[in-house]
């Protein structure tokens, strides 16, 4: 079991670069596949980037490919997400997430993920 603690967030101008950091408590945390979601006023939550157990395999939604960038460091027990060129539709609350598994590909989906932080807002002005 592992509790998730996000930080980092804030408000930036359109263009500009947040780094989020999800710190872990518990000494299993390079053996959980580790994801990012966000959700936006009135709309469902929705997945943003994963990476695996290793931080060899990553993978991104369409929308953010080439502007972010999901990260870990597992003796830190920490994964990161630097956010690049943002757009004021990356507006949200910023989840981070994760489940036990050391296979080597993450998981979109929502209900794959069992443990979640507490979110944190990123607000980018136009």
């Known amino acids: 079991q592992i509790q998730l603690v996000e930080s980092g967030g804030g408000l930036v101008q359109a263009g500009g670069s947040l780094r989020l950091s999800c710190a872990a408590s518990?000494?299993?945390?390079?053996?959980?596949?580790m994801g990012w979601f966000r959700q936006a006023p009135g709309k469902e939550r929705e997945f943003v980037a994963a990476?695996?157990?290793?931080?060899?395999?990553?993978i991104y939604t369409d929308s953010v490919k080439g502007r972010f960038t999901i990260s870990r460091d597992n003796a830190k027990n920490t994964v990161y997400l630097q956010m690049n060129s943002l757009k004021p539709e990356d507006t949200a609350v910023y989840y981070c997430?994760?489940?036990?598994?050391?296979?080597?590909?993450?998981?979109?989906?929502?209900?794959?993920?069992?443990?979640w932080g507490q979110g944190n807002q990123v607000t980018v002005s136009s």
């Open positions: 997430a994760g489940y036990y598994s050391t296979g080597s590909r993450p998981k979109p989906w929502r209900d794959q993920y069992d443990y």
């Open positions: 990476i695996n157990w290793s931080g060899g395999n990553a």
């Open positions: 518990g000494r299993t945390f390079g053996n959980y596949c």
